[in-house]
């Protein structure tokens, strides 16, 4: 669907320069001497490439609809990861590289969102937040709790975030899959 370049948000998907990009910022411009524009930047999904765009006014885009489809995560073989479609129970394989740094996150029977672009995966969304347990962090020393300072730890998936200082071994936290921060602890 054509749109005005003024139209173009954060989040949308657009098709320019035959590949696919998604719209990370946005910003209209109107300069003292010429014509307004929209300066965007945007990055592509199947490659990860960023590229700053100027669309003038009177230019339009072609945005995309991208179909979204809950799948349940199944199992990891070597590179390759296994989904099953929540509506009609078929199963698809897909490279470990699409999810990127988030597999780390993935754990069996987990929903997951998969965006098909003419029934290709494109990209796979992963719950906002999960809760894994703590297995190994320093021991909490008393005095150094008077300022907000934090410390390495190790979730049960292998990943090293940094938690508190009252964080202890065993605990089970909130961590955020989409920087690999802690969030709160699991209550």
Not at 51 to 79: C, H, I, P
Request: charged fraction near 20%.
């Amino acid at each position: 669907m054509k749109i005005s370049a003024n139209e173009i948000r954060v989040g949308n998907v657009l098709e320019h320069n035959s590949k696919l990009w998604i719209v990370t910022k946005t910003q209209h411009v109107q300069p003292g001497k010429g014509g307004a524009f929209m300066q965007t930047e945007m990055k592509e999904l199947k490659g990860g490439q960023k590229l700053n765009e100027r669309f003038r006014s009177a230019d339009t885009v072609e945005k995309v609809f991208l179909e979204e489809k809950a799948f349940q995560f199944l199992y990891q073989d070597g590179d390759y990861l296994h989904f099953m479609d929540q509506a009609t129970y078929d199963q698809i394989q897909l490279s470990v590289d699409l999810v990127g740094d988030s597999a780390a996150f993935l754990t069996d029977g987990m929903i997951v969102n998969i965006c098909m672009y003419e029934n290709e995966p494109i990209s796979v969304a992963l719950p906002a937040t999960v809760v894994l347990e703590i297995v190994e962090a320093e021991p909490v020393v008393k005095g150094q709790t008077a300022a907000s300072s934090y410390k390495p730890a190790v979730l049960s998936n292998g990943v090293k975030i940094m938690v508190p200082q009252h964080i202890e071994t065993g605990t089970k936290v909130v961590v955020d899959t989409s920087n690999s921060t802690y969030v709160e602890r699991a209550k």
